[in-house]
């Protein structure tokens, strides 16, 4: 069980920043969210963390099974 919760968030961090950026970009339209320069620049930290999240889970199962 260690290390999905690591990963669920990250996975959704990852999903959740990729579609900020794309919101920001105006990639996306039909969005309140859409054309606004801040969420360029929040979503690619979001999805880093979501990353970072991916890494640390990863890691924790790799622990566990040992």
Do not use: E, H, N, Y
């Given at each position: 069980?260690k290390g999905w919760?690591?990963?669920t968030g990250?996975?959704l961090?990852?999903v959740i920043?990729?579609?900020?950026?794309a919101?920001?970009?105006?990639?996306?339209g039909?969005?309140?969210m859409?054309?606004?320069?801040i969420?360029?620049v929040i979503?690619?930290?979001?999805a880093v963390?979501?990353l970072?999240?991916?890494?640390?889970g990863?890691?924790?199962?790799?622990?566990?099974k040992?």
């Amino acid at each position: 069980m260690k290390g999905w919760p690591w990963l669920t968030g990250g996975a959704l961090a990852l999903v959740i920043g990729v579609l900020w950026t794309a919101q920001g970009f105006d990639l996306l339209g039909g969005s309140v969210m859409s054309g606004v320069t801040i969420w360029a620049v929040i979503g690619p930290v979001v999805a880093v963390a979501g990353l970072a999240l991916i890494v640390v889970g990863v890691r924790a199962r790799a622990r566990s099974k040992q």
